[in-house]
């Protein structure tokens, strides 16, 4: 499974990405929004640091807008996916600018049968939001293995890109259905590394080590 990180915090972007944790990245407005700079120049930057697709979304509502701004953020860089809300206008869009060979995410799926209209556009990516669903107490996680099952009926090449993920469950969860790819946010990405064993465990041997009274030189 891949993994995004869902953030458009540069300094946080670069450190995952040198320990090679991090495939690509997403964004969304409310992102832009917390990096308080300019959109434009976020994105350059983010795409400068990864190789892999880095999703910015697009605002307009019509298919025509967001075919003309998923153009334009799509020539700040050329590994930007463009991001399209799931409505029958981002679906429009999507088929435009899959066909004009642009990668696309389709974002805010909420159900199984919005992901196969996403996947019958054309899709690059469709983003089910796992945790948003859990809050309204819907099992998130039965959407994943939904859309798996549906997508492998009918060999969809459409990537399943789970998303809203806010605990190390979702991503454990993930992977076991079979999704594609989980962007996570940087905080979980970290919560991920850790485990009271491992660190008991190097606390252990970082004594031992000390009593030995070796180097190793
Ligand atoms: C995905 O592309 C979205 O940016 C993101 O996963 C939304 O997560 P949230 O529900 O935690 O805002």
Redesign the pocket.
């Known amino acids: 499974m891949k993994f995004f990180v ?1 953030t458009a915090d540069i300094g946080e972007i670069r450190e995952m990405n040198e320990a090679g944790l991090i495939d690509g990245v ?3 407005p ?2 832009i929004l917390k990096a308080n700079r300019p959109m434009r120049d976020v994105i350059a930057e983010i795409c400068e640091s990864v190789d892999g697709p880095v ?1 910015a979304e697009v605002t307009a509502l019509t298919a025509e807008e967001m075919i003309r701004e998923g153009k334009l953020l799509a020539g700040i860089a050329s590994n930007v996916c463009i ?1 399209l809300p799931l409505t029958l206008d981002g679906l429009k869009a999507c088929k435009h600018l899959t066909d004009e060979g642009f990668e696309t995410n389709v ?1 805010l799926c909420f159900s199984a049968t919005q992901a196969l209209l996403a996947a019958k556009a054309g899709a690059t990516y469709v ?1 089910p ?1 796992i ?2 669903l859990d809050d309204i107490n819907i099992n998130g996680m039965e959407l994943i293995a939904d859309i798996r099952r549906i997508f492998d009926n009918y060999d969809f090449e459409t990537q399943i890109l789970a ?4 605990t190390l469950n979702h991503v454990r969860e993930a992977a076991l259905i079979g999704a594609d790819v989980a ?1 996570v ?1 940087t905080s979980t990405l970290r919560a991920l590394v850790k485990h009271p064993l491992t660190d008991k465990g190097l606390e252990n041997f970082m004594s031992d080590w000390k009593k030995s009274g070796q180097t190793i030189a």
């Open positions: 869902d997403t964004t969304n409310s992102l999703s991001k974002t983003s939001f945790g948003r998303a809203s993920i806010r962007t946010p």
